[in-house]
């Protein structure tokens, strides 16, 4: 049976990216939310402006994606109707020593679904030992519970990468090669630049504000976006959807612990929005 028996594979995320000088973000709101209703046929379809004026759709079936992916034109300005980069794929762990003998290659080619498969290695003095862990690239908004790998059953547990911060101006939500900030702040002391171990002053969190560096694991602001990203891995949907779900305990826990996060039912904090993978993938 396959591990995806029952979910409903479609790209689920689409991105309209208007054509031309003329703009779809410059029409009335109004209008544009009737366009989209008349080609999917849905009321309740999520429709999400971009910082590059392109519209994110977050659609429910594959006769959505369908219907959308083959228009040319949106309220009569030439379009363009594309996949998401990235929400359309999710990223799942599995272990097994009888994958041992698998290249990565053979498993992206048995296993229904994946679209890339990267065996974990570990460095034990100079050499690289190849492990029993697996991460896989799954072509859905998120990972199934488990696989068939031949006659194998495995677990599939949730990928959760680490929280993006940047190595310039120590925040949180998008690395260094993005960075607005014109001068480098110390990640121990939140001060100018200088090198950290020339550091004399008390360590103080340019994020919560806390007596630690900006790269301390038991940072406030640390623990939230990883709650955060947990959640992201686990539910799929967008990093700025996570927040909202009041079942995330980790989540909540954060909010209590950190003096400068509104109270529940206000405005998430502005650093709720960045990316879901670590720095070092992005720069």
């Not at 209008?31 to 590059?52: A, F, N, Q």
């Not at 100079?126 to 199934?144: A, H, R």
Request: glycine share 6%; net charge positive.
């Amino acid at each position: 049976m396959s591990p995806f028996a029952g979910w409903s594979l479609f790209k689920k995320f689409m991105v309209i990216s208007s054509r031309g000088s003329a703009k779809v973000a410059d029409r009335s709101p109004f209008k544009i939310h009737r366009e989209l209703k008349s080609i999917v046929g849905d009321v309740t379809i999520e429709l999400t402006k971009l910082g590059s004026g392109d519209f994110m759709v977050e659609l429910k079936s594959n006769d959505q994606a369908k219907k959308l992916g083959a228009i040319t034109t949106f309220l009569e300005i030439p379009v363009t109707v594309i996949p998401h980069k990235s929400l359309n794929n999710s990223k799942g762990v599995i272990r097994s020593r009888d994958l041992r003998c698998c290249s990565e290659e053979e498993m992206v080619e048995e296993l229904s679904c994946v679209t890339y498969a990267r065996r974990i290695k570990v460095r034990r003095g100079e050499d690289k030992i190849q492990t029993n862990t697996v991460v896989l690239t799954f072509y859905s908004p998120k990972p199934p519970s488990r696989i068939r790998a031949g006659y194998l059953t495995l677990d599939v547990r949730p990928y959760v990468p680490l929280p993006m911060r940047c190595y310039k101006c120590q925040r949180y939500g998008h690395g260094k090669d993005r960075c607005k900030k014109p001068a480098a702040v110390c990640v121990r002391c939140r001060k100018g630049v200088h090198v950290e171990r020339d550091s004399s002053a008390d360590p103080h969190c340019v994020n919560s504000r806390g007596d630690h560096a900006a790269s301390s694991k038991t940072c406030p602001k640390f623990l939230g976006e990883q709650a955060i990203l947990r959640y992201k891995a686990k539910n799929g949907g967008t990093f700025q959807q996570a927040p909202s779900n009041k079942a995330s305990n980790a989540l909540q826990g954060w909010r209590q612990k950190c003096p400068f996060c509104p109270a529940q039912g206000e405005k998430s904090p502005e650093s709720f929005s960045g990316s879901q993978s670590p720095e070092s993938s992005r720069n």
